[in-house]
């Protein structure tokens, strides 16, 4: 079976503007202030997640909705992304041996 869509194991794809997490996909809203309202309350919502129903994994998951309007977080993502890959292919470079 051929796809012709990257498939995205997790972030944002860029052209369906949908939260992807593994097969779990969310849209997210169309306009940038509803985006940054959602991203603010699940970091926020993390921030409780001491308590029964929150837990601290919204705040990644709110990070990453808010890279997506906020250029400050996105730089960030980037560069957890780039330093992820570099780490990964050394690890694994290193498992040849």
């Given amino acids: ?3 012709d869509r ?3 194991h997790f972030g944002i794809d860029p052209q369906t503007h949908e939260l992807v997490l593994g097969k779990w996909r969310m849209n997210l809203p169309d306009s940038p202030v509803l985006r940054i309202l959602f991203g603010t ?3 926020l919502g993390g921030l409780l997640g001491f308590l029964p129903v929150l837990g601290f994994w919204m705040i990644p998951l709110g990070l990453l909705v808010l ?3 906020i250029p400050a977080i996105r730089r960030r993502r980037r ?3 780039v330093w992820w890959a570099r780490w990964r292919g050394q690890q694994n470079s290193s498992d040849k041996s």
């Fill in 6 to 8: 990257k498939e995205r």
């Fill in 41 to 43: 309350l699940l970091v």
């Fill in 79 to 81: 560069k957890l992304a």
């Fill in 1 to 3: 079976m051929t796809n």
């Fill in 67 to 69: 890279s997506h309007d």
